[in-house]
């Protein structure tokens, strides 16, 4: 009989809303029953593992971070064999859904090399909450990570993006670090057409929260900062 463990995706969440509002009982369970982790950094895992489970000893857990393990196929083999003899693993990104704009992929992908079932549990995404709420085409989308960070290579991003949207009118979703929203943002204005329709999903789940859309032209007439704020932008039309 096979006794494999298995390996949990546990979503984190976007911001300081209650912790009922986005996570269920069931995941608490899978939670309590787990005594390893993998993790984006240590400090969020353990910050979400309390809200779910208050009784849970965090002290006896063990936490291994993904820019360690990941690099370290020693400790990758080490932890798959960990598996293979029956111990299951949580992953846990920083916020939002493991393995989505989120370097826990390397390690799903080599747990399914490996022959080890993988669980994905419900929770928050900034992406698809952002999707659902900016009124953007939801049949066809594509989400892009990050930009590239030098300006006149997004700028180029943005045009060839934008020429896509006026020929099959597919969403492009992207993010963006909070100290580099607003340039961002300055970009789109400055480089997209004024027709094209943009969905700022900012802070979400969180007493911050913004969600708006707007043509390019009507975002020109705004006065809005979006300096260390945590944004997906959504462009379509």
Not at 89 to 103: H, M
Not at 194 to 215: E, H, M, N, P, Y
Request: hydrophobic share 40%.
């Amino acid at each position: 009989m096979d006794k494999r463990g298995k390996l949990y995706l546990l979503p984190n969440r976007l911001g300081e809303h209650e912790i009922n509002k986005a996570f269920t009982p069931w995941q608490a369970e899978i939670v309590e029953s787990l005594s390893q982790f993998l993790v984006e950094n240590v400090k969020p895992a353990r910050q979400l593992i309390r809200a779910l489970c208050a009784k849970k000893d965090i002290n006896a857990c063990t936490f291994f971070e993904m820019h360690e393990l990941i690099s370290d196929s020693v400790a990758s083999s080490q932890i798959i064999q960990s598996m293979y003899l029956g111990n299951d693993l949580g992953l846990i990104s920083d916020a939002g859904c493991p393995g989505v704009a989120d370097p826990g992929a390397a390690f799903v992908s080599i747990a399914h090399e490996a022959g080890i079932e993988v669980v994905p549990l419900p929770g928050p995404s900034s992406i698809l909450l952002t999707l659902m709420a900016s009124g953007l085409n939801g049949q066809h989308f594509t989400f892009h990570g990050y930009l590239p960070k030098e300006a006149s290579q997004r700028r180029a991003v943005l045009h060839s993006m934008a020429t896509g949207i006026q020929r099959n009118a597919q969403t492009h979703l992207f993010i963006e670090t909070p100290y580099r929203a607003q340039h961002m943002f300055d970009d789109i204005l400055l480089t997209m057409p004024a027709t094209l329709k943009l969905c700022l999903g900012v802070d979400l789940l969180t007493s911050l929260q913004l969600i708006d859309t707007r043509t390019i032209q009507n975002w020109k007439n705004q006065n809005i900062s979006l300096n260390k704020r945590q944004v997906v932008f959504a462009i379509g039309k």
